[in-house]
């Protein structure tokens, strides 16, 4: 556990504030796929994560108002292709967001 972390006890740590933007578990799971690519399509996203079109829309949309993600459309022939990556500011919000529930989580007991 971080040095300056708060306990509630002596065996548990005071919860920390973390995003929860990133938190919501589909949302957690978008990110924790974009983080590790430099980039994927729509497709690739919605076949791995199992939701559906508009689930995984909505979704990207809030990620996208939160400026993690950066949405690119072009075209594939006549098809639209819709490709997506971590901003910048989505990248280290991800990293910070990874670092405070490693915190969180090796300041429990086992």
Do not use: C
Request: aromatic share 10%.
């Amino acid at each position: 556990m971080a040095k300056d972390a708060k306990k509630i006890s002596d065996d548990i740590p005071y919860p920390v504030e973390i995003d929860k933007i990133i938190h919501e578990p589909a949302r957690l799971m978008i990110m924790s796929y974009l983080y590790v690519v430099e980039g994927a399509d729509f497709i690739f996203l919605k076949n791995q994560t199992g939701m559906t079109w508009g689930n995984l829309s909505s979704h990207i949309t809030k990620l996208e108002d939160a400026g993690y993600v950066n949405v690119k459309k072009e075209f594939v022939g006549k098809k639209t292709r819709t490709l997506l990556s971590l901003t910048n500011e989505g990248r280290n919000a991800f990293r910070d967001y990874r670092q405070k529930m490693d915190d969180f989580l090796k300041g429990l007991p086992e």
